[in-house]
Structure formats: C-alpha cells, structure tokens
C-alpha cells in the first residue's frame, strides 16, 4: 500500500474517533498508527486502509490485516488493541477488536461502512475492552 493511502486512512480513522469523542492523537514511530486515551487508559490501535474494491471481490473491500515485510503475519494482541478498517471511498471506518481479527486478509461488503455502523462497531470494540 503507497504511504499516501496509509496516512489518509489514519487521517479518517482520528476523525472518526473524535467525532466519537475519544481522545486520539496519531503516532509518529513504528509499531501502531494511533494512541487512544480512554477513561484513564490508553489503547494502541493500528489502521488499515481499501483505497477501492478491486474486480472479483464482489463489492467487498479488501484489508490487508498482517504485519512484516518479507514474512507475513497476522495482527495479533502484541501489535495492538483495535484495529480500524478504513474504507477511503466513502470516508467510514469498522472498529474491531483485535480478537476479531482471523487472517492476514480481511474481505467486508462495502454495504456496511455507514457511520451507524461506525458507531456501532466502536461501542462493541469497547465492551470487549472491558
């Protein structure tokens, strides 16, 4: 994925959390994308970003959710907390959990990247937070 993609996506990811109204701020080194600051805990969350649907995929966006450059790898507890799949097109992410996440691609119908589910999908991340 080009740098330009990635930064976008984590651009939208920090807008959503604060229209959430979750404290956030992007990170600047390796490892995760954004550090969130919640009820005087902080969670790492690492953002992945579809810039479209590619041909096949049968309108599902297609999110590369591993880690490592030669080996791939799936995201795991290590990395961090939350993962937010980004859609660029229509500017929407989907929180998960990192237990939800069960290879090293992720395929989602473009359908539910509404900001209902956005918010939905943020308050189920966080009850299984707790």
């Not at 976008?8 to 404290?23: F, S, T, W, Y």
């Not at 701020?25 to 995760?32: E, L, P, R, T, V």
């Not at 969130?36 to 590369?64: C, H, P, Q």
């Not at 539910?112 to 956005?118: G, Q, S, W």
Request: charged content about 25%; glycine content about 6%.
């Amino acid at each position: 994925m080009n740098t330009y993609v990635g930064r976008a996506g984590d651009h939208i990811a920090a807008a959503a959390l604060h229209r959430l109204g979750v404290q956030s701020a992007i990170s600047n080194q390796d490892g995760f994308d954004i550090a969130i600051f919640l009820n005087e805990k902080s969670y790492r969350l690492e953002v992945k970003a579809a810039s479209g649907v590619y041909s096949g995929n049968n309108n599902k966006f297609t999110f590369t959710t591993n880690t490592g450059s030669r080996v791939k790898t799936k995201l795991k507890k290590a990395d961090c907390d939350i993962v937010c799949l980004v859609a660029l097109p229509t500017r929407t992410c989907l929180f998960k959990h990192i237990s939800e996440i069960t290879a090293k691609n992720t395929r989602l119908r473009c359908s539910i990247f509404t900001i209902e589910n956005e918010t939905r999908s943020w308050i189920e991340t966080m009850e299984m937070l707790e």
